[in-house]
């Protein structure tokens, strides 16, 4: 499956941003995903993940309340729905495919990457 991330952009904090991750193929629905994101400087970090109906979710702690991950397997697409935004979510928003249709927050448990959004917050 290839997947390709998009957007990212300026914003300030407090504002909002829907990223959205188009996946090619047909077997969408057997893939579960997830969102990644690096800042600069710093080691790629678990964002969200969601399973591959959609049933469940899964955030980081420090996203938890601001974030929402969802998914339409008629579009092939997952979303990434980022409120209040804070400086310190300024980084590459990356998805993800897990082949095995788990929905893991640990990075080697993905087999396919996306090309990463960028997401920059100013204070």
């Known amino acids: 499956v290839q997947l390709q991330a998009f957007g990212g952009g300026l914003m300030q904090a407090g504002g909002s941003l829907r990223l959205s991750c188009a996946a090619s193929g047909r077997t969408f629905s057997r893939y579960g995903m997830g969102w990644f994101r690096q800042a600069p400087g710093k080691e790629r970090e678990f964002v969200s993940a969601?399973?591959?109906?959609?049933?469940?979710?899964y955030y980081a702690d420090s996203m938890t309340g601001r974030f929402t991950i969802s998914r339409d397997n008629a579009k092939n697409t997952v979303y990434l729905q980022m409120n209040s935004l804070k400086p310190e979510d300024t980084a590459v928003y990356y998805c993800?495919?897990?082949?095995?249709?788990?929905?893991?927050?640990?990075?080697?448990?993905?087999?396919?990457w996306g090309q990463g959004t960028l997401v920059t917050v100013s204070s």
């Open positions: 969601i399973s591959r109906t959609g049933s469940s979710t």
């Open positions: 993800a495919a897990d082949s095995s249709g788990s929905y893991y927050s640990t990075a080697h448990e993905y087999d396919y």
